[in-house]
């Protein structure tokens, strides 16, 4: 077995700002698994809000041994995978997310069949990606929408003292259905009275309105609100779904935060029987990190998965939403493939 890395930086083509901050590019890591003859990559893009930088990342997994790991690609270990990852790299989500990946994109190649086969999703239908507008100056907001114009669904960044200007703006140039993420940008008071304002603005659901943690003011504004209600800063692991299936409508799963595919589907199976709605979102990835979350598509209500939609340097061809569909899943393991000269570095090999 031979483990490539790399740190790479993505450059969004416009700025991307949320609620709580606003960036020009993003420092991801890159992986490579190569072994019997087939190849699997990964991406392990760390959340700033729950974890070390790239840097500090890449050093935690440049001192990893990964002899383990060479035993458990000998055949298909879900389970025993994931939980090598959790103690190798300390619950370090997005490292455990792009090896695991890398994993099951090596071992689709290596049988031949879609990653999407084996996660059970390959056959069913997959809803519309949503394509998002960050948060930016009114007269660059304008542009994006407009650049966005061959997408049937948008998703608003709120959470600032200029959300109705902004909303007004997006209803001056389109009529499409609208989601809204505040990114925990307002607080309990405020977010009803806001969300009753955009349940007139065919809005289909609000995303993390209030910060995380607050579970009895998330559960009053929910029985309250007009719109579903999503967890997303407040939904990271399995282990959270019992306060979160309480209190909200339902769930957005990132992969980079709950720790790679087997996790997430975990999540996905527990929320189900819950009756709660199911989202799929990411960072702004590459799509080497969009893939893996892709493959899951047919398994869920929504799709947000446009991170390497936003990027002027994708690094990979891969899947991609275009005007807010994926393709049927063909490729072996993933479909990902390089595009770019990627500076490797080698970490392990046998």
Not at 244 to 256: A, E, P, Q
Not at 279 to 299: D, N, Q, R
Request: proline residues 5%.
């Amino acid at each position: 077995m031979k483990l490539s890395a790399a740190l790479f930086k993505l450059i969004p083509t416009h700025k991307f700002g949320i609620s709580r901050e606003s960036n020009t590019e993003y420092t991801t890591i890159l992986l490579k698994l190569e072994k019997n003859g087939y190849t699997g990559y990964g991406e392990a893009f760390p959340s700033r809000r729950y974890e070390h930088s790239a840097e500090t990342n890449y050093s935690i997994l440049t001192g990893a041994d990964f002899s383990v790991l060479d035993q458990l690609t000998d055949q298909f270990q879900s389970l025993p995978l994931q939980s090598w990852l959790s103690d190798t790299f300390e619950h370090i989500d997005s490292l455990a997310s792009g090896l695991s990946a890398a994993c099951y994109d090596y071992f689709g190649r290596k049988w031949g069949i879609t990653a999407a086969e084996f996660t059970g999703s390959q056959g069913l239908s997959w809803p519309k990606s949503s394509f998002t507008i960050g948060i930016d100056e009114l007269d660059i907001i304008e542009q994006k929408v407009r650049e966005a114009g061959a997408y049937p669904l948008l998703k608003i960044k709120l959470g600032t003292d200029q959300d109705e200007e902004i909303m007004g703006l997006i209803r001056e140039l389109t009529d499409k259905p609208l989601r809204v993420d505040a990114n925990e940008g307002w607080d309990r008071e405020q977010a009803l009275e806001r969300i009753t304002w955009l349940a007139s603005q065919n809005v289909e659901f609000i995303e993390q309105p209030i910060p995380a943690g607050n579970y009895d003011d998330i559960r009053w504004l929910t029985e309250r609100s007009p719109l579903p209600v999503i967890a997303d800063e407040d939904c990271r692991h399995i282990e959270d779904l019992p306060d979160v299936l309480s209190c909200y409508d339902g769930i957005n799963i990132k992969l980079v935060k709950c720790g790679g595919i087997t996790p997430a589907l975990q999540m996905i199976h527990t929320a189900k029987t819950f009756g709660k709605s199911i989202m799929l979102g990411c960072m702004v990835e590459s799509s080497a990190g969009i893939a893996p979350a892709a493959v899951l598509g047919g398994l869920v209500d929504y799709l947000d998965l446009d991170g390497n939609l936003l990027l002027s340097n994708d690094p990979f061809d891969g899947p991609r939403a275009e005007k807010g569909r994926f393709p049927e899943f063909t490729a072996p393991g993933m479909g990902v493939s390089e595009t770019t000269d990627i500076e490797w570095e080698t970490l392990y090999q046998t």
